[in-house]
């Protein structure tokens, strides 16, 4: 038996499963249940939250099933083990699940102590498909994952080497999103987001969350910043550059090293949920070096969760920047345009700036510029590119839509 804390998370559409597994897992005090969840969706956003050491998976569940889920969770939190949970032994739904990357695979109707054996048994790293439940099939899949699942270790292995190939070499690309005022047009400021070159090709944040995983967050990141502040001497003094970071890195001396060697009164630091904050109080002395050198803090992804409100509290953030899923369809529903118009209320009386992120419509930019957002960026506005040149000793983005003034 696992003799450390097994860290697991279930996901099942049926509460009922839910609740008898809760309490099944309950009685051992080796597993630490950090969470549930009743869809693919919410099973791989728990699972990219708390990288538990096992995730039991119900097969059916809606959102793409257990094997959406599977593969999605193996990209964002590499160490954890997949169970696919099941009331079906169908051949075809054990390989599927197999092939998306399950080490174990138990039935809704199995003793609690079988569950509970494969739980252990997966997060050792060991195969837990019961041969005297899915019979020859499952004989054939355990040789079928001796061959072709690779061990945790050697996962955790080649996703640490790809990270930092990534760090040392020519993975990482800067692209730029410009942010716009949204009276005049003007160019305020510029984001700064690293896309990566190198294969596997997936999205960044999959990039950032398994550098975390790995331990090499804060070197990804000031990888990434390095890069992006490379760029600074050809941006307009007037324009500022944003650079995300988490709270690790916001932290880290060598951040703080890099932006005393340029102007930093032209950088903002766009503060990220990738780790949560530890203590609010040191965190504040690291900012209060930062802000003594000139740059700024930002706030993302405000109204998306509770964490960005914490920080708005207790960091006294410059810009507030306004997540996407507060301003897609604010023209048309009364709780977001009233959520923001007391958030920038709010700002204004402090003193914040506020920017609108992901505007994509002109229904939107309209209704935002009616509520006193002044700042904004999205596809409507800009797309991420390169950074034009200086033509005639005017700088001057491509704006996709001018509707302003």
Partial sequence: MTMGRIRLMLADDEGQVLE?????????????????AKDAGEAIDLAELHTP?????????PGGGGSRAAREIRLRSPDTQIVALSASTDPRTVVSMVRAGAVGYVGKDQSGDEVLRAIHRSADGRSSIAVDRVGEVA???TEHQSRQLVPTSERARVS???????IRGDALETVFQPIVDLD?????GVEALTRFMSKPRRSPETWFVEAASQGLLTQLELAA?????????????????????????????RLHQMLRAMPAARVVLELTERT???DYGEMSEWLADLRALGSRLAIDDVGKGFSGLGHLVELSPDLLKFDRSLVAGVDADATKSGLITRLTSFADEVGMEVVAEGIETEAELNTLRSLGVGT???????????IPPLVNGTWEWPLRHRPFG
Avoid at 22 to 31: A, E, G, H, K, N
Wanted: net charge negative; hydrophobic share 40%; charged share 25%.
């Fill in 53 to 61: 050491d096992v995730a039991l998976l119900d097969v059916r569940m």
């Fill in 160 to 166: 640490k080497e790809r990270i930092e190939d990534a």
């Fill in 276 to 278: 949560p904050v530890v």
């Fill in 225 to 253: 910043a390095a890069r992006a502040l490379e760029h600074l001497d050809v941006i307009p003094d007037d324009v500022y550059l944003s650079v995300n970071v988490s709270t690790e890195t916001l932290c880290e001396p």
């Fill in 376 to 386: 904004g960026q999205g596809f409507l506005l800009g797309r991420p590119g390169p």
């Fill in 20 to 36: 008898a597994m809760t309490q099944l897992v309950s009685t051992d005090p080796f597993i630490d249940l950090v969470g549930t």
């Fill in 139 to 141: 004989e054939r899949l």
């Fill in 184 to 188: 005049d047009g003007g160019i305020r």
